[in-house]
T-cell receptor
Framework: KAGVTQTPRYLIKTRGQQVTLSCSPI?????VSWYQQTPGQGLQFLFE???????NKGNFPGRFSGRQFSNSRSEMNVSTLELGDSALYLC????????????FGEGSWLTVV | AQSVTQLGSHVSVSEGALVLLRCNYS??????LFWYVQYPNQGLQLLLK??????LVKGINGFEAEFKKSETSFHLTKPSAHMSDAAEYFC??????????????FGKGTLLTVNP
């Protein structure tokens, strides 16, 4: 069974640009969530989508957005990139109900220069 | 709101020695707790989880953790460290306010070094 797949794995962007990251969840999983990992702030929850609807949102500015498609694949977008957006962005998937386990992908490393 | 505190950002042990990584949590509701491991340049892998079925939880790779409500702790242990255990370990608590496990609040992580 394939795990959570994230693309691209590594990317470099310039301040002011925008970026789109993609995530394919484990087959059958309907919930996709996104986390930002930085050395200073650690792992922080961005948002969660379930059946194409944003169900929960963390404390990030509106420059961070996402969406989920009917096949449960998800994308997150960051507009007007800032240097501080440099981070590892982790996608995670789960069944989205009850106490099921959250499984993580290997992440997308974003460097903003 | 939930929170997690991991005592010790860096723990160093000798190969074959006991591994003890500390985690304390704060939660206004019965907590559901997790330990994840992150190897260099990789994502997070679930080691074990506590969901109130048993206070002593066994995970993968010989790790286990004991839930102690009176101490609000969920420390991770392994009797004998192996070189391959070198990684960063994260304790997390689940936010179930929405009725499902949709969000994890993580500790800052503990980097485990294993010396030969």
């Amino acid at each position: 069974k394939a795990g959570v797949t994230q693309t691209p794995r590594y990317l470099i962007k310039t301040r002011g640009q925008q970026v789109t990251l993609s995530c394919s969840p484990i087959s059958g999983h309907r919930s996709v969530s996104w986390y930002q990992q930085t050395p200073g702030q650690g792992l922080q929850f961005l948002f969660e989508y379930f059946s194409e609807t944003q169900r929960n949102k963390g404390n990030f500015p509106g420059r961070f957005s996402g969406r989920q498609f009917s096949n449960s694949r998800s994308e997150m977008n960051v507009s007007t990139l800032e240097l501080g957006d440099s981070a590892l962005y982790l996608c995670a998937s789960s069944l989205g109900q009850g106490l099921d386990t959250i499984y993580f992908g290997e992440g997308s490393w974003l460097t903003v220069v | 709101a939930q929170s997690v505190t991991q005592l010790g950002s860096h723990v160093s042990v000798s190969e074959g020695a006991l591994v003890l990584l500390r985690c304390n949590y704060s939660s206004s509701v019965p907590p559901y707790l997790f330990w994840y491991v992150q190897y260099p340049n990789q994502g997070l892998q679930l080691l074990l989880k506590y969901t109130s079925a048993a206070t002593l939880v066994k995970g993968i790779n010989g790790f286990e953790a004991e839930f102690k409500k009176s101490e609000t702790s969920f420390h991770l242990t392994k009797p004998s460290a192996h070189m391959s255990d070198a990684a960063e370990y994260f304790c997390a608590v689940s936010d179930l306010s929405g009725g499902s496990n949709y969000k994890l609040t993580f500790g800052k992580g503990t980097l485990l070094t294993v010396n030969p």
